[in-house]
């Protein structure tokens, strides 16, 4: 480093002496001059003590000179770096503060500190005579070896560097400049406080030097609670250069601390993560991965949660997903293929958290794309079958089948329902639950494939055979699993009834609001899946309007299936004869059923049919009897106004003047119906269109056609 020399001020005299080719001047002998005698002796305490003096006497003014002021500095910094280059530290220190040196100069002399915070090229101000008497030595080291030298050679053997003594009198001078430096440096931070904004403490060139050099010292010296005191406070540290010292010194907290502050958040992120993983170890940080989380939380940085979501899943798996879901959430849309390819990422590093990412995406984030309604669909038969691999849980499911099939509870209670309230809580219970509401949910994933993934478990997964059975469309094979396996008449009634769901709305959300499953229970009812509805109120959105030829059609198998299921037939029958009567046809009934049954099983159901025929027969009366009502109102009018616009009615033409060849008289033909005239005058924008009245009339009195015959029911 270069220094900008300062001139010192000359001494003032009073007194000249002219001469004929010369003038002298008596002139007092100057502090400057005094000092320096002094200190060319090596009478350095004296030349301390006439410094004091000197100080004492400018402090007693009222306003010191500028100049005086200036002389006084120039004399401690001569004291103080004679005193630094005899290795006399702390009177070096005290004397450099009091002449308020640039501390760069004095940083100079320690390269560990210093590192490349300046170089040759930048300059200091400082006085001539001060720069000329400067250590020549480029380190503090460099110049307690050469004193020791000096001092102890050849005296000392095998040498100074190398006997005991002088190696223990070096340790000692090293701490002893460490020390003064150290006081000198936070005297200068102190002294930004009382400068003004152009003072050379608030220079920001010096803040860097002083704060650098002071956060360097702390961290070689193990002093914790002083470097973390330096970081935490506003500081002017420059992070290149004491990044390797805090590394070294494993001072990962301090490091920690100013990336967040000079805001290298890669940096910052990369130091928790080898703490987390142990590869580094601070006492002062706890809980890396908590400030991880914390920070890649509020930063809300896509790209960041991305990158450290996928690190995380395979530490901390809860947290990960709640970034990679945050980081997902902010995506209004987002394509398939991406986040297929980020649920392969997460499946690399953790499978389980994988299979929740998935959950995510198909329940919450509503995917509509096929494959990831496939893995789901896929994933949940596989924790299903594993948990039939235990024997326990299989000897259980096939026990709750049993007593279910032999309570009267199967006759008004869906085996789900009755499975979910009976089964001891668990989390084989759970996996159950949820793959039966997806595989009833889901529309997109392939039920043929799962299908075949259940035929040798079909006994004891006889719910779910008859789920995918629906889906498949083989509604008589699904009917037939529900009514003679599971012996779950509601849930074949309600099959029929919704045209092929066996799990209906109500009884998914009631599972859903019990068991805590709302993003699995919304699949069947539709509902948002974070929403918590009570039990009960099923979305209008979900309600769906069924084929009625369809309804009639599974109506007519599960006819079939409940007359061919043995001794509770008749009973089973009866019941839905009496709830779903008025959608079947009597006829196809009475020709199903067996002729050995009593009649009574099928009493009801007939006298509502006839009921409900002599009240179709009825309601075609009066219908009749108000159309020939209308009729003649209509005739009225009409003759009204056709006599008052002058129209001629012709009279019948009699039989003998109709020709044989079945020609129409020319007159004849001219004639038009006066009311159809009419009609058509008074709304020429109606169409006409063709009833059948035949047909009409025989829908209306409950006509039947049997075997060719019509059938009246009266």
């Known amino acids: 480093m270069s220094t900008s020399v300062r001139t010192s001020t000359f001494p003032r005299s009073s007194i000249l002496v002219l001469g004929s080719n010369y003038i002298q001047s008596l002139l007092p002998a100057t502090l400057i001059s005094q000092i320096e005698s002094l200190l060319e002796s090596h009478r350095i305490a004296e030349?301390?003590?006439?410094?004091?003096?000197?100080?004492?006497?400018?402090?007693?003014?009222?306003?010191?000179?500028?100049?005086?002021?200036?002389?006084?500095?120039?004399?401690?910094?001569?004291?103080?770096?004679?005193?630094?280059?005899?290795?006399?530290?702390?009177?070096?220190?005290?004397?450099?503060?009091?002449?308020?040196?640039?501390?760069?100069?004095?940083?100079?002399?320690?390269?560990?500190?210093?590192?490349?915070?300046?170089?040759?090229?930048?300059?200091?101000?400082?006085?001539?005579?001060?720069?000329?008497?400067?250590?020549?030595?480029?380190?503090?080291?460099?110049?307690i070896v050469q004193n020791l030298v000096r001092n102890y050679s050849p005296h000392l053997k095998p040498n100074t560097r190398e006997a005991p003594p002088t190696v223990e009198l070096k340790k000692i001078?090293?701490?002893?400049?460490?020390?003064?430096?150290?006081?000198?440096?936070?005297?200068?931070?102190?002294?930004?406080?009382?400068?003004?904004?152009?003072?050379?403490?608030?220079?920001?060139?010096?803040?860097?030097?002083?704060?650098?050099?002071?956060?360097?010292?702390?961290?070689?010296?193990?002093?914790?609670?002083?470097?973390?005191?330096?970081?935490?406070?506003?500081?002017?540290?420059?992070?290149?250069?004491?990044?390797?010292?805090?590394?070294?010194?494993?001072?990962?907290?301090?490091?920690?601390?100013?990336?967040?502050?000079?805001?290298?958040?890669?940096?910052?992120?990369?130091?928790?993560?080898?703490?987390?993983?142990?590869?580094?170890?601070?006492?002062?940080?706890?809980?890396?991965?908590?400030?991880?989380?914390?920070?890649?939380?509020?930063?809300?940085?896509?790209?960041?949660?991305?990158?450290?979501?996928?690190?995380?899943?395979?530490?901390?798996?809860?947290?990960?997903?709640?970034?990679?879901?945050?980081?997902?959430?902010?995506?209004?849309?987002?394509?398939?293929?991406?986040?297929?390819?980020?649920?392969?990422?997460?499946?690399?590093?953790?499978?389980?958290?994988?299979?929740?990412?998935?959950?995510?995406?198909?329940?919450?984030?509503?995917?509509?794309?096929?494959?990831?309604?496939?893995?789901?669909?896929?994933?949940c038969v596989d924790q299903l079958l594993a948990c039939l691999s235990d024997e326990a849980t299989?000897?259980?499911?096939?026990?709750?089948?049993?007593?279910?099939?032999?309570?009267?509870?199967?006759?008004?209670?869906?085996?789900?329902?009755?499975?979910?309230?009976?089964?001891?809580?668990?989390?084989?219970?759970?996996?159950?639950?949820?793959?039966?509401?997806?595989?009833?949910?889901?529309?997109?994933?392939?039920?043929?494939?799962?299908?075949?993934?259940?035929?040798?478990?079909?006994?004891?997964?006889?719910?779910?055979?008859a789920i995918l059975d629906g889906k498949l469309g083989q509604h008589r094979s699904a009917l037939t699993t529900l009514v003679q396996s599971l012996r779950d008449s509601p849930s074949a009634e309600a099959y029929c009834t919704l045209g092929g769901e066996v799990i209906n709305a109500r009884i998914a959300q009631a599972v859903g609001e019990s068991y805590d499953l709302h993003p699995w229970a919304a699949l069947v009812t539709g509902a948002n899946s974070k929403s918590s509805n009570k039990v009960g109120a099923v979305p209008l959105g979900r309600l769906k309007t069924v084929d009625a030829q369809l309804k009639k059609s599974l109506l007519r198998i599960l006819l079939e299936v409940y007359m061919s299921s043995g001794d509770s037939a008749p009973d089973r029958t009866a019941r839905l004869l009496n709830s779903q009567g008025m959608n079947l046809n009597v006829v196809d009934v009475i020709s199903l059923v067996p002729p050995d049954w009593p009649v009574h099983v099928l009493s009801t159901f007939l006298a509502r049919s006839f009921r409900r025929s002599l009240h179709c027969q009825h309601e075609g009366q009066i219908f009749k009897a108000i159309s020939l009502g209308q009729n003649l109102e209509v005739m009225e009018r009409t003759w009204l106004v056709l006599r008052e616009q002058g129209a001629v009615v012709e009279e019948a033409m009699d039989d003998d003047d109709d020709s044989d060849d079945g020609e129409v008289d020319e007159k004849a033909e001219g004639l038009l119906d006066e009311k159809t005239t009419l009609q058509l005058e008074e709304h020429p924008t109606h169409d006409v269109a063709d009833i059948d009245i035949d047909e009409a009339v025989n829908q209306h009195l409950g006509v039947h056609s049997v075997d060719g015959r019509d059938l009246d029911v009266r």
């Open 173 to 379: 001078l090293v701490s002893e400049a460490q020390t003064m430096l150290e006081t000198l440096l936070g005297m200068w931070r102190r002294k930004r406080k009382t400068d003004g904004i152009q003072g050379l403490a608030n220079r920001e060139d010096v803040r860097k030097v002083v704060d650098t050099a002071l956060g360097k010292l702390f961290a070689l010296q193990d002093r914790r609670s002083e470097l973390q005191s330096l970081v935490e406070e506003q500081n002017d540290v420059v992070l290149s250069e004491i990044e390797d010292t805090l590394i070294k010194s494993k001072n990962y907290s301090a490091l920690c601390r100013l990336f967040s502050q000079r805001g290298e958040e890669a940096k910052l992120l990369n130091a928790w993560s080898r703490l987390a993983d142990g590869v580094w170890s601070d006492p002062d940080i706890k809980d890396p991965l908590s400030s991880m989380f914390a920070f890649l939380s509020e930063k809300r940085d896509r790209a960041l949660s991305y990158n450290w979501g996928l690190w995380f899943t395979k530490r901390d798996p809860e947290r990960g997903l709640k970034l990679l879901m945050a980081a997902r959430e902010g995506k209004r849309t987002g394509k398939a293929e991406e986040d297929l390819a980020l649920l392969q990422k997460i499946r690399d590093v953790n499978p389980n958290a994988a299979l929740q990412f998935l959950e995510y995406l198909v329940l919450q984030r509503r995917s509509s794309d096929r494959e990831m309604h496939m893995q789901l669909a896929s994933s």
């Open 47 to 143: 030349a301390n003590d006439l410094a004091e003096q000197q100080r004492r006497k400018l402090q007693a003014q009222l306003s010191a000179d500028a100049d005086e002021a200036d002389e006084l500095r120039y004399v401690f910094q001569r004291i103080g770096f004679q005193c630094l280059s005899e290795t006399l530290f702390e009177d070096a220190g005290r004397n450099l503060m009091a002449g308020e040196v640039d501390p760069r100069a004095v940083v100079s002399y320690f390269p560990e500190y210093r590192g490349s915070l300046f170089g040759p090229e930048d300059s200091i101000d400082m006085f001539t005579g001060v720069a000329d008497h400067l250590p020549e030595h480029d380190s503090v080291h460099d110049i």
């Open 394 to 465: 299989e000897r259980l499911w096939r026990a709750k089948a049993s007593s279910y099939a032999s309570s009267a509870s199967s006759a008004t209670t869906p085996f789900l329902t009755y499975f979910a309230s009976t089964t001891p809580d668990s989390e084989h219970k759970r996996v159950r639950l949820k793959t039966v509401l997806f595989l009833q949910g889901s529309t997109l994933y392939n039920p043929e494939l799962i299908r075949h993934r259940l035929v040798d478990h079909e006994k004891n997964l006889a719910l779910e055979t």
